[in-house]
Nanobody, 118 residues
Framework: QVQLVESGGDFLEAGGSLRLTCKAS????????MGWYHQRPGKERELVAS???????YYAESVKDRFTVSRDNAKSTMYLQMINLKPEDTGVYYC????????????WGQGTQVTVSS
């Protein structure tokens, strides 16, 4: 069974900063690119950032220069540092393995809620 546990979400004002954490099963973490997905109310999940096993990164245009994704392979943990947060960043953030741009596992964690007020 794959474990994906997100944490770190909070309620904050626009312009604030936050760091999200994703703890994953070690057996998948060492193999896969890992990604952060953002789901707004009533919308589908969208990949906003990912990091390969060797540290290569991808960012959606909407978060470039504001979000930084990183991973600690020894701890099977991925992070998302978020700065200059905007109200449109509000939503639930999930993590999952990524392959060919798609999420790998159909079983998702509970996610972590980020709410940014204007």
């Amino acid at each position: 069974q794959v474990q994906l546990v997100e944490s770190g979400g909070d309620f904050l004002e626009a312009g604030g900063s936050l760091r999200l954490t994703c703890k994953a099963s070690s057996r998948i973490f060492l193999i896969y690119t890992m990604g952060w997905y953002h789901q707004r109310p009533g919308k589908e999940r969208e990949l906003v950032a990912s990091v390969t096993t060797t540290g290569g990164t991808y960012y959606a245009e909407s978060v470039k220069d504001r979000f930084t994704v990183s991973r600690d392979n020894a701890k099977s943990t991925m992070y998302l540092q978020m700065i200059n947060l905007k109200p449109e960043d509000t939503g639930v953030y999930y993590c999952n393995a990524v392959q060919h741009g798609d999420s790998v596992f159909t079983s998702w964690g509970q996610g972590t809620q980020v709410t940014v007020s204007s």
